[in-house]
């Protein structure tokens, strides 16, 4: 006789597996540039957010190791507890400079970030305002926050500014988030036109620029596209385009300084391994010195929409909507016998009836795999 433990989860994968749904961590080893290999054979990857190639690039290799020799590979305890390591605070400066801020936090990933920065700022009766398309760990902080939360349309600009007309009465603070660069879809948030709503309404604005960061704009990310934009909490990670891991804000220095002493996936969770931030580092200095490499994922992209007759990529993320999931499965497989890696992505990652593949485009990647993927993927457009 099986535990009810055991009971609950067996009957879960069964209904996820009856409706196409079931998500399994397949084995894959990746190799440099954008390789890997699964079941046995080499793939060209279109699924891999290391957008520059950072995380095989020799001298971001060499400063992870040089930093691990050093310092050795755990940072031991919180920040608040172990003190402060010079390459955080080194991490930090550059991160602020780059996004033209007073100061930065780093964090232990993405997830925690959001999880942490949205609570520390919003909490029971005030207002936050998530895109509907945001990426997940924006709405568990905005969950945890206890604050009201508030959906407003993708990118519309004119329901976030009714919404936030209609709730800002009586909340004593507000806040807006939402992705610079999108996730799954790969376009970009009108920062200049939320910006000047949140003004009006004195509301703040989270921008999660996971995407944006050495891919849009100047490679600063989403922010620096709109100079017009007051984005007041610049969050990204260091594992997409800086190819290690770990995440960051910036903002104004009491903003940074009120973070570190309260928000609680910085004080009660280990800082991140030195080697980490050694790398992010070593992955800022390539990208300050080769502004090509910052051009090449979305000029890859637009090959793709240009052959395709599809819209012209924003970012280096390009959606093919295929709306079932069990379609979205198919194709994926179709692609796998062709040698090309495209994971589905399906429901609740993306919303019901919007199955899709997600392509995510690289530096590495040659115009021969572009045209390689524009081919396999023709058939399966939907007319
Ligand atoms: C990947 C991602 C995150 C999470 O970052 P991790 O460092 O992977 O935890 C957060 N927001 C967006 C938009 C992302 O794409």
């Not at 009006?200 to 891919?215: K, Q």
Request: glycine share 8%.
């Amino acid at each position: 006789m099986t535990d009810t433990l055991t009971a609950f989860a067996q009957g879960k994968i069964d209904q996820l597996a009856a409706a196409s749904l079931l998500r399994t961590i397949q084995p894959t080893r990746r190799m440099a540039g954008v390789l890997v290999e699964r079941g046995g054979r080499t793939l060209v990857s279109f699924s891999c957010n290391d957008y520059l190639g950072l995380s095989h690039h020799p001298e971001v290799k060499a400063a992870a190791m040089a930093a691990v020799e050093t310092y050795g590979t755990g940072a031991g305890a919180s920040r608040l507890v172990t003190g402060d390591h010079p390459l955080f605070s080194e991490l930090e400066a550059r991160l602020a400079t780059l996004k033209g801020t007073e100061a930065a936090c780093i964090f232990g990933s993405g997830y925690l970030a959001n999880t942490g920065i949205i609570p520390t700022f919003v909490g029971p009766g005030d207002l936050i305002l998530v895109d509907e398309l945001a990426h997940a760990c924006i709405w568990t902080g905005a969950k945890l926050s206890q604050a009201e939360v508030v959906v407003f349309r993708h990118n519309d600009v004119a329901d976030l500014a009714a919404k936030l007309a209609e709730g800002r009465t009586g909340a004593p603070k507000a806040l807006v988030a939402t992705d610079g660069v999108f996730s799954m879809d790969g376009d970009i948030a009108p920062l200049d036109e939320i910006s000047r709503v949140c003004r009006d309404h004195d509301a703040w604005l989270l921008v999660d620029d996971a995407h944006g960061l050495g891919v849009v704009g100047d490679g600063s990310g989403t922010a620096r596209m709109f100079p017009d934009a007051r984005v007041d909490l610049q969050m990204g990670t260091l594992s997409k385009a800086i190819g290690g891991y770990g995440a960051y804000v910036c903002a104004t220095q009491p903003v940074i300084d009120f973070i570190k002493t309260r928000t609680r996936t910085v004080v009660y969770s280990t800082g991140l391994p030195p080697a980490n931030a050694a790398a992010a580092i070593a992955a800022l200095d390539v990208m300050a010195r080769e502004p090509e490499r910052i051009a090449a994922p979305i000029a890859r992209a637009r090959r793709l929409t240009t052959a395709l007759n599809l819209p012209p990529a924003e970012s280096a993320v390009v959606p093919i909507i295929l709306g079932e999931a069990e379609t979205a499965l198919a194709a994926a497989r179709d692609l796998e016998t062709k040698g090309l890696l495209v994971v589905p992505i399906r429901p609740p990652t993306v919303p019901a009836g919007t199955a899709r593949l997600r392509l995510a485009f690289s530096s590495e990647h040659t115009d021969e795999q572009i045209d390689q993927l524009v081919e396999a993927v023709r058939p399966w457009l939907p007319r």
